[in-house]
């Protein structure tokens, strides 16, 4: 039979039906387990299970990408809109615009030398000039080294330089790439049976044992001796050729307790992304276990509706980049993360 003018029959009605899907993700425990390594206080042992491999993320897909970007960039405006503006620590800010380029306020002045110059003053002067003057970093560390080595005689010198270099690396997160540079090429070097290398990481280790305390009294110290610990892991090796191995337990530790965080929750899971960009890779090499559990963290933490816009994109990025086995994201992906911290922190 012939259908009216107007009568739309059951077609037009098949062609209004929509389709929705849910997904799922499993909330899993995110202590950490204990590898025996007590170079350092180790973590907790895990109470619960791992993710098993086909719950991860799966890998970018070919020409999904782009499509996929534009597609978030124009959702994105609408939702921002719904979530209040977020305050970061300085620190915090300086370290986003080094990863997104962008000019940061005029470096401060470095203090000239009082006339009569000591051995300390000439090395501090040094430390100072590679923060103000990055274009020739490897130039100064030769520099500091020579200077170094010409003006220790004795283990109280070695340990001041190593407290002046670490306390420079801890106070100004933006140098703690450097200092680990400057710290690696300096492991070996011994005054009176002592090394530098011993010195350093007994330094790291009594920072590790009162980061709690840190956590509650100077923030910005408890975030830059994270920043510190994972960049000299991510940077220093042995006389092998190695990793300190006695560092991937304290630092998954820190990076659990970042997560865990509640006083500065942007700024340490910013700290926290930033490791993981960096040293991810390293770390799931060396106990791949720890790298499951704290990434379900993450996950549980990304799908919080409670949790900031800026802190889900953060995760999101990580776990999009360990599902691309740690290796860089395309082009129009880490624009469209980029183009969204500018967004969330404006």
């Not at 401060?108 to 020739?136: C, G, T």
């Not at 080595?149 to 801890?170: D, W």
Request: negative net charge; aromatic residues 4%.
């Amino acid at each position: 039979m012939k259908h009216p003018p107007g009568d739309k029959g059951e077609a037009g009605t098949q062609r209004s039906a929509k389709e929705t899907v849910t997904a799922d993700s499993p909330k899993l425990e995110d202590a950490l387990g204990d590898t025996g390594h007590s170079g350092l206080e180790p973590p907790h042992s895990p109470d619960g299970l791992a993710p098993a491999a086909s719950e991860r993320l799966p890998l970018q897909q070919p020409g999904a990408p782009e499509a996929e970007a534009k597609r978030k960039d124009s959702v994105t405006p609408e939702r921002i809109g719904e979530r209040p503006k977020v305050t970061l620590l300085p620190s915090s800010k300086d370290r986003l615009r080094r990863r997104l380029k962008e000019k940061g306020p005029d470096e401060v002045a470095v203090e000239p030398p009082a006339p009569q110059q000591n051995k300390m003053d000439k090395l501090i002067e040094i430390l100072n000039s590679m923060r103000n003057n990055s274009s020739d970093v490897d130039a100064k560390l030769s520099t500091f080294m020579e200077e170094a080595q010409n003006s220790t005689n004795s283990e109280e010198m070695l340990g001041e330089i190593v407290r002046t270099i670490y306390h420079k690396a801890v106070s100004d997160r933006s140098f703690a790439f450097t200092a680990a540079k400057l710290c690696d090429k300096m492991a070996l070097f011994m005054v009176e049976g002592t090394k530098f290398r011993s010195l350093l990481l007994n330094m790291l280790q009594k920072d590790f044992t009162v980061r709690e305390a840190l956590q509650q009294q100077d923030v910005e110290r408890w975030l830059g001796f994270i920043t510190f610990l994972c960049e000299v892991f991510g940077t220093m090796r042995s006389s092998t050729g190695e990793p300190f191995r006695v560092l991937v337990c304290p630092i998954y530790t820190c990076l659990r307790e970042l997560l865990q965080s509640q006083d500065v929750k942007e700024d340490a899971v910013l700290c926290c992304s930033m490791e993981l960009q960096s040293t991810g890779r390293l770390l799931e090499d060396q106990l791949p276990e720890m790298m499951t559990e704290l990434l379900a963290s993450a996950r549980d933490k990304m799908l919080c509706p409670s949790e900031s816009m800026l802190t889900r994109s953060l995760l999101l990025e990580v776990i999009e980049l360990h599902a691309n086995s740690w290796n860089p994201l395309t082009p129009p992906i880490t624009q469209y993360y980029n183009r969204t911290i500018q967004k969330l922190t404006a």
